[in-house]
């Protein structure tokens, strides 16, 4: 049983930082691509960010140069750094296998919200 538990979301204003963890349990961490995805109000959830096993990564147009995803395979954790916010990235947000979700693994996410 795969579980990951999101956290280090909050309430920042716009042009603020914030760092989210995701720790993955239950699975070989390593072979997996992984992602960061996001669920806005109203609308569908979307991958922001995916680093593969190797260390490669990719980016949503949206958050390009803004945001970086990194993994830490030893400790089994995801991280996304996230700066220069703006209020179209609150949403909750959520770690997954990076190129084919698997709908059993979302957790919870945790909420991004930035306002001033």
């Known amino acids: 049983q795969v579980q990951f538990v999101e956290s280090g979301g909050g309430l920042v204003q716009p042009g603020g930082s914030l760092r989210l963890s995701c720790a993955a349990s239950?699975?070989?961490?390593?072979?997996?691509?992984l992602g960061w995805y996001r669920r806005a109000p109203g609308k569908q959830r979307e991958l922001v960010a995916r680093?593969?096993?190797?260390?490669?990564?990719n980016y949503a147009d949206s958050v390009k140069g803004r945001f970086t995803i990194s993994r830490d395979n030893a400790k089994n954790s995801l991280t996304l750094q996230m700066n220069s916010l703006k209020p179209e990235d609150t949403a909750v947000y959520y770690c997954?296998?990076?190129?084919?979700?698997?709908?059993?693994?979302w957790g919870q996410g945790t909420q991004v919200t930035v306002s001033s």
């Open positions: 239950g699975t070989a961490f390593t072979i997996y691509g």
């Open positions: 680093i593969t096993s190797g260390g490669s990564t």
């Open positions: 997954n296998e990076g190129f084919s979700p698997v709908e059993l693994w």
